[in-house]
């Protein structure tokens, strides 16, 4: 059973800009409250393979693995918790108009995904919709600057 949560945002910035955002994952804490630390096993660009220690509000740590890099984001993959996988999306994709449209998704799979997402399924979708929110200010700012 898998269990899909998914919030997107139009940006009134390129897609370049939301994704170099997205991937700087270490600056997240900055501009979202969902997120205590986030920290890195490697430096320079985010890269395929890299983990990062995740901490939020309300939340065990989790690590996360990165699986895919593209230039408008980044998928990863978390198995911290027992008896569920996590699969975690953040990409941005260009309107033509100078907009881009950012999707934020998390997934939830294995024999307890379904328990624990009765569970915290308020929290996620706050905390998704709250990194949405803070994704769309940081991009917007950023690209008023640039």
């Not at 934020?104 to 328990?115: D, E, H, I, K, M």
């Not at 308020?122 to 950023?142: D, H, P, Q, S, T």
Request: hydrophobic residues 40%; charged residues 20%.
């Amino acid at each position: 059973m898998t269990v899909d949560f998914r919030d997107t945002i139009t940006i009134a910035a390129p897609a370049a800009v939301a994704g170099d955002i997205m991937k700087a994952v270490q600056e997240w804490p900055s501009w979202t409250a969902s997120v205590s630390s986030a920290v890195r096993s490697r430096s320079g660009p985010l890269t395929v393979g890299e983990t990062v220690v995740v901490t939020q509000p309300k939340l065990r740590p989790a690590t996360w693995t990165v699986t895919e890099v593209g230039a408008g984001g980044f998928e990863w993959r978390s198995d911290s918790a027992p008896g569920v996988r996590n699969v975690g999306g953040h990409w941005a994709s260009d309107n033509g108009d100078g907009t881009c449209t950012a999707e934020l998704t998390l997934s939830f799979a294995g024999p307890l995904a379904r328990v624990v997402t009765l569970l915290y399924s308020r929290l996620i979708r706050r905390y998704i919709r709250m990194e949405a929110e803070g994704l769309k200010r940081a991009a917007e700012a950023a690209a008023q600057t640039s």
